[in-house]
């Protein structure tokens, strides 16, 4: 943990990266939210004072566009994913403070105050800029409306990143060859004045507050590289009627990257409210403030937060715990490909026991690595490690002390090796915690339970108890003090399952109010013990089977559903062909006479030598190729005809490669009427021979000054 942790004196406060109220939970989610409420249970067992809280995202174009294609207002959806994630943390034991929403007045007043505190502080600007306008829908085109090409990379992008290129974050007006989304017309470009916060100012201080976060190096390292390479200014309003006001302009909407980590203070707020508390305890005066998050948002919290926060006069997180990322089966994660594991459907609907999807996420690997999760593997983990393992050592201890000793704790003395064992099984969890490495705090109490059936198996209790009842005693009562220790410090984990073995081991109470420390405090001899029970049931594997089916059809059904995507991508593909070969019958007829067309071989209409004369045709130089988004057969070029670049939409992607293409020359028909295909406009053809149905492209026989007309 970061050093300013062990300052006992200031409040810890600890949330996680808000859920996007647009969809269901699933395992992805689970990744930020399990380790984090590990890690608060930890702190309150090592007496510490913390508060954590969270909420749903409730703002943003994605949730207009899902609500406007499901029939429903911006705020049912939210009200809607809110309830389903809320249920959801409750059924896996996250145990929030307070689980609030950013479309609350308490959000809505801490955002303007924040952005009026900006504003009034010199870092928000108003800036005049070209933003994609759709004259069909006659509006605006914010974020998820608009796509278009990466102005960096030139891939297929969407109005705010460049999701299949480059990857980059794209400011309002960036996207090029902008088409909205809604009526896939070709958008245009207007003036508006939006507004911009300068995070380019804060350069120096994010270098300097930077090397002293807390939490994963990796998310502190990425946003080292981030800064020093380049902070250019964010564009912070959006044009949409849900969301935050912006102060002074009703027509904008703050962006919603600037109101949802603003959420974290208002739910403080709110919490405090409740409980008499004072929320700048926490975001006004120094304190704790820990943010457990995704890899996939580090820049926001490890930048654009802080910065905001430094600008506005708050208090600045002290750690930044990201995550890695998931993937399924061996597989990138994906929700489109039926890649994903739905946390209510796949798993809490099938009765399996939170805590067992709780330890997979702490122990398979270290926090900030891959998981890979796996119906099989977990099963395995299951059954060998908590059955086999952990509960069986605490079912033997429980079961032959009850039978052997009246039901309660033997007579004896602990040894003082089990004693020692315990002290250090309990320095390892606690510093683990602290580092944020739950898999080693996991492991160093599943290391104790190996100890403990070893310790078990080697002093042979029940072979003692009918030559020295004394000493048996004595293993015996060394062994529970194993399991107490083993269910205090597993605790944090798996609190459900710890507390039906506290039960089982006859103590009273709840054990998440019991304290690390309490781990080494020795048993009573004579305290009565409950009634032993099988902790964790193997996962069979027609079970672990039927688990599987329903996630391989799951996948069946995606790609079903993809095929029938590119069926219809290539019926549209084979009728923009068709167009484009209609249109080269134009071109060489000089006009289409409908009518025309007679029984037998059809004969092609003589034309004049001015009609041919009235073709611009050149030797051009094609000097880049690439493919097209949704099309297998159709390649956008961009070709010098001698003096100018035309864009070229040209189907040889079949019969030939684009490397191979790029410094051809070809035969060019420049003045041909200008044709969209897959939304991308066509300026000129290239002229091809049709040889067994592949294009065959016309091409000088030897090298001539692109440009030269041909006649």
């Known amino acids: ?34 380790p984090a409420d590990i890690f608060v249970r930890g702190l309150r067992k090592m007496g510490r004072e913390v508060l954590f809280v969270c ?30 994630f809320d249920e959801i943390f409750q059924g896996m034991e996250v145990d929030f403070d307070f689980f609030g929403d950013t479309d609350g007045p308490v959000s809505h007043n801490r955002t303007r105050e924040v952005v009026e505190a900006l504003m009034e502080n010199g870092y928000v600007y108003p800036r005049e800029i070209d933003l994609a306008y759709c004259s069909e829908c006659e509006r605006f085109l914010p974020d998820r409306y608009v796509e278009g090409e990466c102005p960096y990379c030139g891939k297929p992008a969407r109005g705010d990143e460049c999701d299949l290129g480059c990857g980059r974050h794209l400011e309002p007006g960036e996207i090029k060859n902008a088409i909205c989304k809604v009526c896939a017309g070709k ?72 109101d949802a980590p603003i959420g974290y203070i208002a739910f403080t707020e709110e919490w405090c409210t409740r409980s008499g508390r004072d929320w700048e305890d926490y975001w006004k005066k120094p304190s704790q403030i820990i943010h457990f998050i995704g890899g996939d948002i ?20 002290s750690a930044v715990v990201a995550s890695g990322m998931l993937k399924i089966d061996d597989k990138k994660f994906s929700k489109s490909r039926g890649n994903v594991i739905w946390v209510k459907d796949d798993y809490l609907d099938q009765r399996l026991h939170p805590d067992l999807l709780r330890y997979y996420l702490a122990s398979y690997t270290a926090h900030n690595k891959e998981v890979n999760f796996a119906w099989n593997i977990f099963a395995d983990k299951v059954n060998s490690e908590l059955v086999g393992a952990f509960g ?20 004896g003395k602990i040894d003082a090796d089990v004693l020692a064992r315990i002290e250090k099984t309990l320095a390892e969890v606690t510093s683990s915690l602290e580092e944020y490495e739950f898999k080693k705090a996991a492991d160093s109490v599943m ?129 923009e062909v068709k167009k484009e070969e209609a249109k080269k019958e134009e071109a060489k007829r000089g006009e289409a006479k409908e009518g025309e067309a007679k029984e037998g071989e059809a004969k092609k209409e003589e034309i004049s030598f001015e009609d041919f004369q009235s073709m611009d045709i050149r030797i051009g130089e094609i000097k880049s190729a690439e493919a097209i988004k949704g099309s ?8 010098d005809i001698g003096g100018e670049v035309r864009q070229v939409v040209a189907g040889i992607a079949q019969s030939y490669s684009m490397d191979d293409l790029v410094g051809t020359q070809v035969v060019v028909l420049v003045n041909l009427q200008p044709a969209k295909l897959f939304g991308i406009e066509s300026q000129a053809m290239l002229l091809a021979a049709d040889v067994a149905g592949r294009a065959v492209l016309l091409r000088p026989r030897e090298a001539v000054e692109t440009g030269t007309k041909v006649r």
């Not at 200031?10 to 996680?16: D, G």
């Not at 910065?307 to 006069?313: D, I, S, V, Y």
Request: net charge neutral; charged share 25%; with cysteine.
């Open 1 to 34: 943990m970061d050093r300013r942790c062990s300052q006992l004196s200031m409040p810890i406060l600890v949330t996680c990266g808000l859920p996007y109220a647009n969809g269901p939970c699933h395992l992805g989610h689970l990744r930020t939210y399990v």
């Open 55 to 84: 909420g749903s995202d409730a703002h943003g174009t994605p949730i207009v566009v899902n609500a406007e294609a499901q029939g429903m207002t911006p705020k049912a959806l939210v009200t809607k994913y809110h309830q389903h």
């Open 187 to 258: 958008a245009e470009y207007r003036k508006q004045t939006h507004y911009f916060f300068r995070l380019s100012g804060f350069q120096n201080f994010l270098l300097e507050y930077l090397q002293t976060l807390g939490g994963t190096a990796s998310a502190r390292n990425y946003a080292i590289e981030w800064v020093r390479s380049e902070l250019k200014d964010w564009c912070i309003t959006r044009n949409m009627t849900w969301g935050v006001r912006f102060p002074g302009n009703d027509d904008l909407v703050v962006y919603v990257w600037v």
């Open 298 to 317: 580090v820049y926001h919290h490890c930048i654009f937060w802080p910065a905001m926060l430094e600008g506005a006069g708050y208090t600045l997180p």
């Open 392 to 411: 069986n050592f605490l079912n033997r201890a429980l079961t032959f002390s009850v039978k052997n000793f009246e039901g309660e704790v033997p007579e």
């Open 447 to 575: 290391a104790l339970a190996d100890y403990g059936n070893t310790y078990f198996q080697s002093h042979e209790p029940w072979k003692l108890i009918r030559s020295n009842k004394e000493e048996a005693g004595s293993v015996l009562k060394s062994c529970l003090q194993i399991a107490k220790a083993m269910i205090i410090l597993m605790e944090p984990v798996m609190p459900a399952k710890m507390q039906e073995a506290w039960r089982q081991l006859g103590m009273p109470g709840e054990v998440k109010e019991r304290a690390f420390s309490d781990a080494i405090a020795p048993l009573a001899s004579g305290q009565s013990l409950g009634t032993p029970e099988i902790l964790f049931d193997r996962l069979e594997e027609k079970f672990v089977k039927d688990l599987e089916s329903i996630f391989r059809e799951r996948i069946k059904e995606a790609e079903s559903r993809e095929r029938e995507k590119t069926d219809k991508k290539e019926e549209v593909e084979k009728e």
């Open 632 to 639: 297998n057969k159709l390649l956008k070029l961009k070709v």
